[in-house]
């Protein structure tokens, strides 16, 4: 189970630290519009969502592949979040 927990922290870390440096963004950028970066938290929170909702799957046959695609999914999110974040 600690795989699972690890995983979870994970999750919560990494959107959770790209949202927050959304919100520095915006702090440091007030003039700016702030769409483009409230589009970014609603898409971290939905890919956290659906994360969460994927690690707590309980029918899955081989749960070591399944959680190494759920990493690689996080990965992939994140270097797209963080490339869009750095885009602002």
Request: net charge negative; charged share 35%.
């Amino acid at each position: 189970m600690a795989n699972k927990r690890d995983l979870k922290k994970d999750i919560n870390y990494v959107l959770g630290d790209i949202i927050e440096e959304v919100y520095v963004w915006e702090l440091h950028n007030p003039k700016k519009d702030t769409k483009a970066g409230e589009a970014i938290i609603d898409e971290a929170i939905q890919s956290f969502d659906e994360l969460i909702e994927r690690v707590n799957a309980r029918q899955v046959e081989n749960p070591s592949t399944h959680f190494k695609a759920i990493r690689k999914d996080l990965e992939k999110t994140a270097e797209s979040l963080v490339a869009k974040v750095n885009a602002l």
